[in-house]
C-alpha cells in the first residue's frame, strides 16, 4: 500500500546520516489532501535541498533533488495531467555519491496505486 505524499510531508536526500538534508518540495496541485496539496514529479525535481551533512574527500553534499521516478508515480491518480508523487517513490539527488531520496508523513487518509 502506498500513501500520497503531500506538501505536509518530508522529503529527504536519504534515508539516513550523512544524507539528512530536506527537499524544498512545492505544490500548486489543485488536488489537496487534508487540506494539504499534494506532490506531483515537478513538486520534487530540481528543488533545493538544505541540510546535506555528506562532506569529506571525494564527496560534495545534496543540493538538487532528481525527478521521482517509477514505482513512486502514482498509475491511476493525476492532477493536472501529472501523476501524484507516492510514499514508495525513487529517485536521486546531485551529491557525490547521490542520495536516495525518502519521505515521511504521507497522508495515511488515501492510498493509491
Known sequence: MAYILTKASTVRCGPQAPHTGTVATGSTARLTVGGSPVLVADSIKDKDITGCQQKGNNTTPCLKAGAPLQPGLATRL???????VLSTRSGVTNGTPPGAMSATGGSEKVTAT
Request: aromatic share 0%; no cysteine; net charge neutral.
Open 78 to 84: 493525476t492532477t493536472g495531467g501529472a501523476p501524484v
